[in-house]
């Protein structure tokens, strides 16, 4: 009878043992899956990052002078610096640049700005669409439309 409670002894505690190992293994699957994760997403935003750090972001910004005088304010909003900026599509039917000759514009670091004045000619157009163009750390001839509301 002593036997017969050692071997289910042994036999419950082979269970334990073996459940334990099974759970562990399990969790330590899942725990592990869970850091790849972690990891992928970590990797991810440092490229993105980086990828950022390479990238400049040229915007217009326009504000009335006085009459039909405008000034359009042309930002870097991006990290890197933007090369050779140039204005590919813009409205000459209704619109004229005034200091054309400083296009294009050499080099603009981050968070510089340079401002171009124009001239409104026809009254009726509210809105006028602007296609810069610009050399980056990250491409060359990046393009970015822009339509801008004057007040």
Known sequence: MESFSSIISL????????ISLYTYVIHDRKLKK???????YHIKQFQNEEHANKKADIVGEI??????????????????????????????????????????????NAGEAFSLNIFRIRRSVPTMTITYVWDDDWDINRKKQQTIQLK
Do not use: W
């Open 34 to 40: 869970q850091e790849h994760l972690l990891n992928m």
């Open 11 to 18: 036999l419950l505690s082979t269970i334990a043992v073996v």
């Open 63 to 108: 504000s009335l002078l006085r009459g039909e005088h405008y000034s359009l304010k042309i930002q870097n909003r991006g990290r890197a610096s933007a090369k050779n900026i140039r204005i590919e599509e813009f409205d000459i039917e209704n619109y004229d640049i005034r200091n054309i000759v400083i296009l294009p514009y050499n080099c603009l």
